[in-house]
C-alpha cells in the first residue's frame, strides 16, 4: 500500500469496487485478513462472479486504494483462475 497498514484504513473497505492491472472491475471487497500475531491487514478477500458468490483473496501488501476503489497488480484473468477461498 502507498502508506502504513493500519486498521482504520481498511474499516470501510467493505462493497469498494476492486480493479485488476488493467484498470478492469475484478469485484468488491468482501474481508479484510490479518496476521494474528501483528494485527497488521495482510490479504483481500474479493467477491468475484455473479451476484459476488465466489471468494479469491489477493496479498495487500501490493494493493493501492484509489479514490474509485482498490487497485491490486493482477489481471482479471489471475483472479478469476485463482483458488476459490
Known amino acids: 500500500m502507498d502508506t502504513v497498514n493500519t486498521l482504520d484504513r481498511y474499516r470501510d473497505l467493505h462493497g469498494q ?5 488493467e484498470s478492469e472491475k475484478i469485484g ?3 474481508e479484510v485478513y490479518y496476521d494474528s500475531e501483528t494485527g497488521e ?5 474479493i467477491g468475484t462472479g455473479f451476484l459476488r458468490t465466489k471468494r ?7 494493493a493501492r486504494l484509489t479514490p ?7 489481471t482479471k ?6 483458488p476459490e477461498l
Open 41 to 45: 491487514p495482510k490479504w483481500l478477500g
Open 28 to 30: 468488491a471487497a468482501e
Open 56 to 62: 479469491v483473496v489477493v496479498p495487500l501488501g501490493s
Open 68 to 74: 474509485e476503489g482498490i487497485t491490486v497488480p493482477f
Open 77 to 82: 484473468d489471475q483472479v478469476k483462475d485463482s
Open 17 to 21: 469496487p476492486v480493479f485488476g492491472a
